[in-house]
């Protein structure tokens, strides 16, 4: 993030309702903390979309930042995850909603 490599991030839009937590909201701001809890940038929320899991793009995955920034490798690290990860018990599916999230950096320490 701190790069700018990874300006996007998914999840299951299911996990905030198990959570009773609202979807983020462009304008939102955040404190990124390093590994030892000290802060070490400001980030916004630029925009949200919720998108049934196979109608993630290719520009989503590379926003991502991670593997080799590919659709097919977002397709397969997201299933993964949202397999292991499924405090809903409904399982993965192909067209889940996933909540997809761009921001940007505003301020780095």
Do not use: C, N
């Amino acid at each position: 993030m701190l790069e700018g490599t990874k300006t996007a991030t998914a999840s299951a839009r299911e996990d905030y309702d198990v959570e009773e937590e609202p979807l983020p909201e462009p304008g939102a701001m955040g404190i990124l903390l390093d590994g030892r809890g000290r802060p070490r940038a400001l980030v916004a929320v630029t925009s949200v979309e919720v998108k049934e899991f196979d109608q993630v793009d290719e520009d989503h995955a590379f926003a991502e930042g991670e593997g080799d920034r590919t659709l097919d490798a977002w397709r397969a690290d997201h299933e993964a995850f949202f397999r292991a990860h499924d405090p809903t018990g409904r399982g993965f599916r192909h067209d889940m909603p996933v909540v997809l999230e761009r921001f940007e950096v505003l301020y780095q320490e």
